[in-house]
Nanobody, 127 residues
């Protein structure tokens, strides 16, 4: 079992930055990849970014490419999302997720490939 706890959300003005963290505990050795998804009010959950735990390959949604950076600290079992140049449309609950099995680039972008989920942290970007 893997437990995921997010932190770092909050309110920021457009153009600002936020840094989200996801602390993983439990059987983290079994996590093959981790990712961030987000869900805005009235919308479906959408993929934001993902990273493979061993090789560190990264994947981004087109909407955040060039503005967001995902990274991981293997020693601390922590996933980090640095968000710059935030826009009002980035407002959502951000949730981190862990995949117990290897996924291809397509699978990493789908919520159905992930086995463990955090509770989420609210990010609000004001215009």
């Amino acid at each position: 079992q893997v437990q995921l706890v997010e932190s770092g959300g909050g309110l920021v003005q457009a153009g600002g930055s936020l840094r989200l963290s996801c602390a993983a505990s439990g059987r983290t050795f079994s996590a093959k990849a981790m990712g961030w998804f987000r869900q805005a009010p009235g919308k479906e959950r959408e993929f934001v970014t993902a990273i493979t735990w061993s090789g560190g390959s990264t994947y981004y949604a087109d909407s955040v490419k060039g503005r967001f950076t995902i990274s991981r600290d293997n020693a601390k079992n922590t996933l980090v999302l640095q968000m710059n140049s935030l826009k009002p449309e980035d407002t959502a609950v951000y949730v981190c997720a862990a995949a117990a099995y290897g996924l291809g680039s397509t699978g990493l972008r789908s919520e159905y490939g992930y086995d463990y989920w955090g509770q989420g942290t609210q990010v609000t970007v004001s215009s």
